[in-house]
């Protein structure tokens, strides 16, 4: 009998790896089309459509050499998005943390009070005309770069998921450290964020990930191209060669000069390849990270 649950164990584990390896490659598939079609003649593109195995003679560097036509500016605006994601994410998971514990606390009296107050701003707003009259004629937020960081910083889902996490240490760890002389900051940088390690490293990833996509706050505030950040760069070269399209169909230049279609993949592979790189750093808390406030049997 042994043998038999041996045997089936083995077999099961078998078929799940085949299962689970399958459905990555599946996964890992559109980026390879992505980086592959970067790299394709734009007029092989428009008359072959996108392969996986494309011939040598279609291989194209092109789009690559168009969107770096400009080097300064890219470098540039990737010094602004690592600056603006390192230093919102630090700030923003420690607010969130930080008043998801405060209002986790049993010993707070107005914890329930206050928890409304955030989840009511979830439902109603002042609308997208105020906020913008208030940040750039009283926060003065135009062409500075804070304005990339302020309207991102605090998250009232990030700071449920932090509540819910919180619930979950013993209040008697605070007790304790109350005893020894540690003051309420002490104890939730020295005890309380060290516990939280998965929710740190959950609300990181999807706070980061946040900052590093924005250019929507960027469209708005900053009027000069030294400030962009990464991702509106990006959307100003593609509307550039997207305009010089037109203006080569007009004149009857041919069309397939400019890589429209590749430009889209290549900027894709620009934007998207270091946030990538983050997650098998943070992939040991992840999962845990994402149970967080799930309900337990």
Same mark, same amino acid.
């Given at each position: 009998? $042994? ?47 996108? %392969? ?5 003679? %279609?291989?194209?560097? &092109? ?6 036509? %400009?080097?300064?500016?890219? /470098? ?24 998801g514990y405060v209002l986790a606390r049993p010993d707070f009296p107005w914890r329930n009070q206050a928890s409304f107050f955030f989840f009511?701003?979830?439902?109603? %707003? ?45 209040? &008697?760890?605070t007790e304790a450290a109350k005893v020894d002389g540690a003051g309420d900051f002490y104890t939730f940088r020295k005890i309380i964020l ?5 929710? /740190? ?43 010089? $399209? ?8 041919? /069309?397939?000069? /400019?890589?429209?279609?590749?430009? $889209? ?18 992939? $040991? ?6 149970t967080i406030g799930a309900v337990k049997g």
């Amino acid at each position: 009998m $042994k043998v038999k649950k041996g045997k089936d164990k083995k077999i099961f584990l078998g078929i799940s790896y085949v299962l689970v390896t399958l459905f990555a490659v599946l996964c890992l598939l559109p980026f390879y089309l992505i980086l592959v079609g970067s790299f394709t003649r734009e007029s092989v593109i428009l008359t072959e459509g996108y %392969s996986f195995f494309p011939a040598a003679e %279609s291989f194209s560097a &092109e789009a690559y050499r168009m969107a770096f036509k %400009s080097p300064d500016t890219i /470098v540039k605006a990737y010094g602004i998005t690592l600056f603006v994601t390192v230093t919102g994410t630090l700030a923003a998971v420690f607010l969130s943390a930080m008043t998801g514990y405060v209002l986790a606390r049993p010993d707070f009296p107005w914890r329930n009070q206050a928890s409304f107050f955030f989840f009511f701003t979830t439902l109603f %707003s002042g609308g997208l005309v105020p906020w913008y009259l208030m940040c750039s004629r009283f926060f003065k937020f135009n062409n500075h770069i804070y304005s990339l960081i302020l309207p991102c910083l605090f998250s009232v889902w990030n700071m449920i998921i932090a509540k819910s996490f919180m619930k979950g240490i013993p209040f &008697e760890m605070t007790e304790a450290a109350k005893v020894d002389g540690a003051g309420d900051f002490y104890t939730f940088r020295k005890i309380i964020l060290p516990t939280a390690k998965p929710l /740190v490293a959950t609300l990181g990833l999807f706070t980061a990930l946040t900052y590093w996509n924005d250019w929507y706050n960027c469209m708005l505030f900053m009027s000069t191209g030294g400030t962009w950040n990464l991702q509106y760069t990006l959307q100003n070269i593609l509307n550039s060669s997207e305009a010089l $399209k037109r203006i080569a169909s007009m004149t009857g230049m041919q /069309v397939g000069q /400019v890589p429209t279609e590749g430009l $889209k993949l290549s900027m894709t592979v620009i934007a998207t390849g270091p946030i990538i790189l983050l997650y098998p750093f943070l992939q $040991k808390y992840f999962v845990k990270g994402m149970t967080i406030g799930a309900v337990k049997g």
